[in-house]
């Protein structure tokens, strides 16, 4: 079983529509959970971090985070052309272990002009 | 202010070169991350370096070196590499080595002939 697994796309949306994205972890450990954006060709900048259960808003970005169900998603709303990137989850380790993130294998979304 | 820096952008080197690959950052981050990836994978961790020592190896051949000469500097030494390690090497940086946030620099795109 993967670590972090994503839901695989790519995720076609049209412009203004909401985008959403899903990522699951094994490890009930895990403390930390992050999202981050790639452009082709570009290395990841980091969109959104959530820590503890619930909702984390940040401009047109939503992310949330389950713990009892080892969920994390990610709401982009009203998306642009702009947001078309390949979005990656990441989750840091449980204590032993939290220096390191491990990845998702990344969801590519395209938004439709 | 959350840049990391890296040179070069590009790097073709022969199998029997010898190059280095710079980090940088100025925002007083004491964990430093090297990773490697390939296209249409997500990154992945190489070393970890915790307030100027290398706190994680993830088995990684010896014809890679990595180097902290301070809590600012990050230097990846490459020796003998093989056609296979041609990828994209990024650099990133956190507060704290323990389930904070990383911020990732614009990489290395590497090329081995």
């Known amino acids: 079983q993967k670590e972090v697994e994503q839901n695989s796309g790519p995720l076609s949306v049209p412009e203004g529509a909401i985008a959403s994205l899903n990522c699951t972890y094994s490890d009930r450990g895990s403390q930390s959970f992050f999202w981050y954006r790639q452009y082709s060709g570009k290395s990841p900048e980091l969109i959104m971090s959530i820590y503890s259960n619930g909702d984390k808003e940040d401009g047109r970005f939503t992310a949330q985070l389950n713990k009892a169900s080892q969920y994390v998603s990610l709401l982009i709303r009203d998306s642009q052309p702009s947001d078309s990137a390949t979005y990656l989850c990441?989750?840091?380790?449980?204590?032993?272990?939290?220096?390191?993130?491990?990845f998702g294998a990344g969801t590519t979304v395209t938004v439709r002009a | 202010d959350t840049e990391v820096t890296q040179t070069p952008k590009h790097l073709v080197m022969g199998m029997t070169n010898k190059k280095s690959l710079k980090c940088e950052q100025h925002?007083?981050?004491?964990?430093m991350y090297w990773y490697k990836q390939k296209a249409k994978k997500p990154p992945e961790l190489m070393f970890v370096y915790s307030y100027e020592k290398l706190s994680i190896n993830e088995s990684v051949p010896s014809r890679f070196s990595p180097e902290c000469p301070n809590s600012s500097l990050l230097n990846l030494h490459l020796h003998a590499l093989q056609p296979e390690d041609s990828a994209l090497y990024l650099c990133a940086s956190s507060h704290r080595d323990r389930g904070s946030e990383q911020y990732f620099g614009p990489g290395t795109r590497l090329t081995v002939t």
């Open positions: 990441a989750v840091n380790g449980p204590p032993r272990d939290d220096y390191k993130l491990s």
């Open positions: 925002m007083g981050h004491r964990a």
